[in-house]
Antibody, heavy 122, light 109 residues
């Protein structure tokens, strides 16, 4: 069974850094792109970026380039999403999700993590 | 950026009836369009990809159609578990520029 298990709820202050995680199991972690998607009441679902754990090739949405960093650790089958300085506007639920196929190109997300709620407030 | 517009924002339908949800793209995405279902407190769940292919384990009452800029998700006979929010997503470009529609809430009439 494919599983993506994300780290827990985070409460942070503006300006703080944060790194959340997504651990994959039940499939060949290095062969499938993993993406990050955020959800807010105001803007709905937004795609942040993708990483291919096999070679750490990373692609970002233009809207989030330079604002977040996506990495992966093959040895622990874990992907990460991190911020160096959080804003109140980063408050959201963040999901990781894997591509459906091993194709190197655009694809849909067939398995999702349970989500990580990040709240940024002074 | 490809914008996806879903309509209606809310759809009220009685159990057993048919529901038809629409997703319109601001430019052609060919058939690179997926549908997801999301229930409160849960992650989105893949229903349809390639505009019309049901994902593994998805009941036959869910069907998708369309190509280019106009897409439809049809639920033929609504069951109680189908009342949720539905999102479309395009995955046309590489390098990726994924985008989602704003969602249609399907609720019980």
């Amino acid at each position: 069974e494919v599983r993506l298990v994300q780290s827990g709820v985070e409460m942070k202050k503006p300006g703080e850094s944060l790194k959340i995680s997504c651990k994959g199991s039940g499939y060949r972690f290095t062969s499938y792109w993993i993406g990050w998607v955020r959800q807010t009441p105001g803007k709905g679902l937004e795609w942040l970026g993708l990483i291919y754990p096999g070679d750490s090739d990373t692609r970002y949405s233009p809207s989030f380039q330079g604002k977040v960093k996506i990495t992966a650790d093959k040895s622990t089958s874990t992907a990460f999403l991190q911020w160096s300085s959080l804003n109140v506007s980063d408050t959201a639920i963040y999901y990781c999700a894997k591509h459906r196929t091993e194709s190197y190109y655009s694809d849909i997300f067939d398995s999702w993590g349970q989500g990580t709620l990040v709240t940024v407030s002074s | 950026e490809i914008l996806l517009t879903q309509s209606p924002a809310t759809l009220s339908v009685s159990p057993g009836e048919r529901a038809t949800l629409s997703c319109r793209a601001s430019q052609s995405v060919s058939i690179n369009l997926a549908w997801y279902q999301q229930k409160p407190g849960q992650a989105p769940r893949l229903l349809i990809y390639g505009a019309s292919t049901r994902a593994t384990g998805i009941p036959a009452r869910f069907s998708g159609s369309g190509s280019g800029t106009e897409f439809t998700l049809t639920i033929s006979s609504l069951q109680s578990e189908d009342f949720a929010v539905y999102y479309c997503q395009q995955y046309y470009h590489w390098p990726p520029k994924y985008s989602f529609g704003q969602g249609t809430k399907l609720d019980i009439k």
